[in-house]
């Protein structure tokens, strides 16, 4: 998947790509300072998602949506500096497949992005596919795991993590983007309470026979899921 953001302060962007790589850990990430910029890369790069700020310099951002639109098949998303029903209604107007703040939480983000995704038709729900691991069938519609046919007993967050952990294919998962997933928002982290559910996965695990997956710490940065430990 890859996304095109126009227009954001990078630190926001930054913020942006840890969430989305939370559902799409391979997401490709395209940077245009300018609208202007934003609609080249359109024509060019043929992303997936377009994500606007919510002012931009050098264009007007609900003719840059109608351009992007008539250019592009892509999830086009505005954000809003406020949630203002009239602005909200002229962007949808001018083609946005969804407008809302910036400010949105990151488990709203995601879900809001990946429901304007799934009506276009852009992106197949990554839930809907089954993941396998070291023995480990994870059955994300049903919110299911089984460790070689038997049922593994997971409460609902030791179920993100291990999902979220088994998508990133034994790559790290960094400490917020985990956070991101428990909490909503990085910015209510806690390291403590994180260790915890690691911790409780490890022992259920560990207690599977058989069992051929195990998680990594990557101090002070992340964890991930391994075939054998």
Not at 102 to 129: C, E, H
Not at 199 to 214: E, I, V
């Amino acid at each position: 998947m890859r996304a095109l953001f126009v227009g954001l302060d990078y630190h926001v962007v930054k913020s942006f790509t840890l969430t989305l790589r939370v559902r799409w850990p391979d997401a490709e990430v395209v940077l245009a300072d300018t609208g202007r910029q934003g609609l080249r890369d359109v024509s060019e790069l043929s992303p997936d998602l377009v994500i606007l700020a919510p002012e931009l310099s050098d264009i007007d951002v609900l003719e840059l949506i109608e351009k992007v639109r008539s250019a592009s098949d892509a999830v086009v998303i505005a954000l809003a500096t406020v949630d203002d029903d009239s602005d909200i209604v002229a962007t949808l107007e001018a083609g946005a497949d969804d407008c809302f703040p910036a400010s949105m939480n990151g488990t709203r983000f995601l879900a809001r992005i990946g429901a304007a995704m799934r009506r276009a038709g852009t992106l197949k729900d990554p839930r809907d596919g089954l993941l396998v691991c070291g023995g480990l069938e994870i059955k994300p519609k049903s919110f299911e795991v089984f460790s070689d046919g038997k049922p593994l007993h997971l409460t609902p967050t030791e179920f993100k993590v291990l999902y979220h952990l088994a998508k990133g294919r034994g790559e790290v998962v960094s400490q917020h983007a985990l956070g991101s997933i428990i909490w909503g928002s990085s910015d209510q982290f806690s390291t403590d309470c994180l260790r915890k559910y690691i911790r409780r996965l490890r022992q259920k695990l560990d207690g599977s026979p058989n069992m051929r997956a195990g998680i990594v710490t990557i101090p002070r940065i992340g964890y991930r899921l391994v075939e054998s430990i």
